[in-house]
C-alpha cells in the first residue's frame, strides 16, 4: 500500500547539513559541561503520569503529550529535563553529593506548531543537586556565558532575578502571598503584552489596582546593577525574604566577576519572573538583542521539587539551553564556521571495474588512518563521480585508475582549488592530514 | 502532593557512571560510521500511523506505541530507524546518491520487559541508499567488522544470506511463493525452537510435509563458506532467484577479502531469514559465542521499502547495531578500559570560605586549559572533600589554601598514589595534561 510520505505537524527531519550543524553545536556545549565538572545523564522518553503532572502549571499539565498504554497505565512523554532528573534524584539517594551533571536530549511539548517552536525539540541542561550555595549558581551562570562566548555570540544578556526578590515585591505591594504564582506569569508577560497588559492580567487575577501598581513601579527601576539592586533594597527593605533574595543576587554578582563573567554580560532584571512553578530562589535567563526570537537559555533554583518525590528535600539550582533557538541564531548571524556542509573529507572514486580492488586498497588505507574517506559505489564515468563530490562539497577527490595501481600511486585532487598532484599510495594519508591541518 | 518516584516498566535511567560507557561506545561507532564515508540523520521521535503501520509485519504493529494526539491525528513512536529513514528518502529525492547516511537514537517497542529486553533502546544504524551495487552491502559489512574489532569483540560471526537464496529454497521445495514470509519467520526461530520446532511451525502454517523436509534439509549445510556456496549452488540451480542470491553472496564475499574481513569474521548461512518483512536481499547479522543474548548487529538489503513512499522505488542496503546488547556483552566480558567512571579530572577543593576566590581562579584557569575539573562548592573540611574525590574516583585533587594562594600555587594530590606534589598556578594545567598523558 502506497502511503504520502510526511512529517507529523510541528516535527523536523535533521539531513546531514543541519545534523553536522547541531553536532557542531552540542559538541561544544558538552565540552564546556564536562570542563565545569558536569558528567552525563539520561532519562526515559516515557515517564508515568504521576511524575509529570503537576510540576509545571495548568499550562504545561495541558501541553504534555499523555497516553494509556496496552497494560492501562497513564504516561508521558518527557517535557523538560529538570522534572524527571529530579524523580532519578529521589530514586538514588546514595549518589555522592553536590551531583552536578548534564543532560541533552529532546522534549515534547504539544504545542500549536509555529515559525521556530516545534513539537519536538532538543534542551541541554546543568544541574548541581544538593548545594543551596550561591557558588552552585555562579557554576551555572558562568557555564551559560562560557557556551555563549564560545560559539561566538557576541552580545548576549543574561537577566538575573530571584524568585525570593519577586516574593518580597508581592509582599511589599500588599497583594496576598496566595497571588503569587499568578503575579509571576503576569510579569513574565511583559515584554510581551506591556504595562498595560500586565496591569489588566493583575486586575483579571484579583490583584487590587494599588498593589498592581506598586508592583508595576519596581518593574520599571533602571540604572547599572549596582544602581538597581540598591533601588530594590530601599524598596524591599520590610520584607525579609526579598533581602534575602537580594542578599543572594548579591553574593552571586560577587562570584561572577572571580568567574570573569563580564559586567555587560548580566543584569538584575526585576521583570523576569520565569513561567514555571518550580522555581523558589535565583532564576536567569538569556536574551540576545538580534533577532527577535525570546530566552536562548533558562534556569534558576528550584529547592522543592525534589522533595515532590522524596521524604527528604533536596535543594538544586540549574540552568538549560534551547538548541533550537540557539542554531536558529547563528543561522541568522551566519555564525557558523565554514565547511559544516559534510563530514566528509575524501571521495574515492571507481576508475572502472577493474580497478575497483585497488580503490577499496586506497579507501581502507585512509580510513585506517583516521580519514573520512567515502567510495562511490556506482558504475560511472569519472565525470559524474566529480559532480558527486562536487555536489556534496567534499573537500578531496581521489583518482586511482590502472596507472596509478600499476605505480602504487593516487592522483589527488584539492576541489577548491583545482589544484591536482600525484601521491604514493604510502605518502596519501599523511598528506591529507597536513592539508586538513592536522 | 508527593508522589512515588519510579520508572515507567521497561524503561532506564542512564546514570553518569553507565553514560560514560554509552559514549564510549557510541563515539567509536560514530568515528567509524564517518570514516566510512555515513553522515549524520536524524527523524522525528512521532510519525504519523501509516508511515510505520504495515512496515514491520504483524508483530511489529502490535507492539509500535500508538496513540491519538489532541488534534485526532494516529500517531505511533519510531519502531525503527529504517522506516523512519525510507521516508525521509521519498521525501527528498533530490538529495545526491548514492545517499549514506547513519543515524543513533532511540527507539520504542510495547514489549513484554524481560531480562536485557527494554521498551527504549538505542539503535544504531548505517545505510547506503540509491545503490544495487553489493559493495554497497559490502562497505556495511566492513563497518560492521570494524566497530567490533575496535570496541575489542574477539569472537564474533557475521551471518550472512539472501533473501533471494532463501526463495530459491522455498521454491526448491515447491511451497508456494505466497508462503514465503511465514517460512522465513519460522526458520528465523530455528535457533529458539530446532528443527522439530520449525517443522511443526511449517505444518501448522500449511507447509506441506515434503517441502518442509527440503527446506529443513538445506538449513542442514555444514563446511566452510565456500563448501556452503557450493552445496547451495547445486540445490537451487532450477530457481534463477536462488542463484541470483547466491552469485551475490559470492560477490559480497569476494569484496570483504579487499576490506580485510577475515574469512572467520563471517559464514555463510542459509539458516539465517530475519523477523522483518521488508528484506529483499543479501540480510547479515552477528551473534557472538558468549554470552548468550542473541544478535548484536542485524540488517540487510531493502530495495523496495522506499517505493512504499515514493512513485519510484530506490534500492537500499544497511546494518543497525543494537547498543543495549553490546554494552551487555562488553560488561559481561569486562571489554571497557579502566577510568570510565566520572569524566571529570580533578576536583579543587575549597579550604575555608576567605580561599574560595583563589579556588575560583584555579578552577577557571585548569578549565581555560581544557581539563575537566570541578569545584567543591560546599562548606566542607578537606577530609570531606577528599573523600567525595574518593568517592567518585576522581583522579586529582587540588588544594589551594591560603598558603599556597601567597605563594601562587597549589597543592596537587594523585589520587591512585597518594603522591602529592606542590605546583605553581602557571604550571598546573601543564603538568596535569602531562600526568593525563595528552
Same sequence: chains 1, 2.
Avoid: H
Amino acid at each position: 500500500m502506497k502511503v504520502q510520505p510526511r512529517l507529523y505537524k510541528g516535527t523536523r527531519d535533521f539531513l546531514p547539513e543541519q545534523m553536522i550543524k547541531r553536532n557542531y553545536v552540542i559538541s561544544i556545549i558538552r565540552g564546556i559541561f564536562e570542563k565545569y565538572g558536569f558528567e552525563p545523564l539520561e532519562t526515559p522518553t516515557i515517564e508515568m503520569w504521576d511524575t509529570l503532572s503537576g510540576k509545571y502549571g495548568e499550562e504545561g499539565d495541558r501541553l504534555t503529550y499523555r497516553f494509556t498504554d496496552r497494560g492501562d497505565r497513564e504516561v508521558g512523554l518527557r517535557y523538560d529535563l529538570t522534572v524527571p532528573f529530579s524523580r532519578v534524584m529521589a530514586m538514588y539517594p546514595s549518589l555522592p553529593k553536590p551531583f552536578k551533571r548534564y543532560q541533552i536530549q529532546p522534549v515534547w511539548r504539544a504545542d500549536k506548531p509555529q515559525k521556530g517552536r516545534f513539537r519536538e525539540f532538543y534542551q541541554c541542561d546543568v544541574d548541581v543537586v544538593g548545594s543551596k550555595s550561591i557558588i552552585a549558581d555562579a557554576e551555572v551562570v558562568a557555564v551559560i556565558a562560557e557556551v555563549l562566548r564560545t560559539l561566538n555570540f557576541r552580545k548576549f544578556t543574561i537577566r538575573v532575578n530571584s524568585r525570593k526578590v519577586l516574593a518580597g515585591i508581592v509582599e511589599a505591594s500588599g497583594a496576598g502571598a496566595d497571588k503569587e504564582m499568578d503575579i509571576y506569569r503576569s510579569i513574565d508577560k511583559l515584554d510581551k503584552i506591556g504595562p498595560e497588559g500586565v496591569a489588566k492580567e493583575l486586575e483579571n487575577r484579583g490583584v487590587s489596582s494599588a498593589a498592581s501598581g506598586i508592583i508595576l513601579d519596581l518593574l520599571k527601576v533602571e540604572g547599572s546593577n549596582k544602581e538597581r539592586l540598591s533601588i530594590a533594597t530601599q524598596a524591599l527593605e520590610g520584607s525579609e525574604t526579598g533581602m534575602e533574595g537580594i542578599r543572594e543576587v548579591t553574593e552571586l554578582f560577587s562570584y561572577l566577576e572571580k568567574y570573569g563573567v563580564g559586567d555587560d554580560e548580566y543584569r538584575f532584571d526585576l521583570t523576569l519572573a520565569r513561567g514555571l512553578d518550580y522555581y523558589t530562589g535565583i532564576i536567569c535567563e538569556t536574551v540576545v538583542e538580534e533577532p527577535k526570537i525570546g530566552s536562548i537559555t533558562g534556569g534558576g533554583r528550584y529547592d522543592n521539587l525534589i522533595g515532590m518525590f522524596s521524604k527528604n528535600s533536596i535543594p538544586a539550582t540549574g540552568g538549560s539551553f534551547g538548541l533550537e533557538r540557539i542554531i536558529t541564531v547563528m543561522d541568522e548571524l551566519d555564525m557558523f564556521p565554514p565547511n559544516l556542509k559534510t563530514s566528509t573529507e575524501v571521495l574515492v572514486t571507481v576508475f572502472n571495474p577493474d580497478s575497483l580492488p585497488y580503490s577499496i586498497q586506497v579507501a581502507s588505507e585512509l580510513r585506517a588512518a583516521g580519514i573520512k574517506a567515502d567510495l562511490y559505489t556506482e558504475k560511472a564515468k569519472l565525470n559524474k563521480q566529480f559532480k558527486f563530490a562536487n555536489e556534496k562539497q567534499i573537500p578531496f577527490v581521489i583518482v586511482a585508475g590502472p596507472d596509478e595501481a600499476e605505480r602504487n600511486e593516487v592522483a589527488l585532487k584539492k576541489m577548491a582549488s583545482g589544484d591536482q598532484e600525484t601521491i604514493s599510495l604510502s605518502q596519501i594519508s599523511a598528506r591529507i592530514n597536513a592539508l586538513l591541518e592536522r
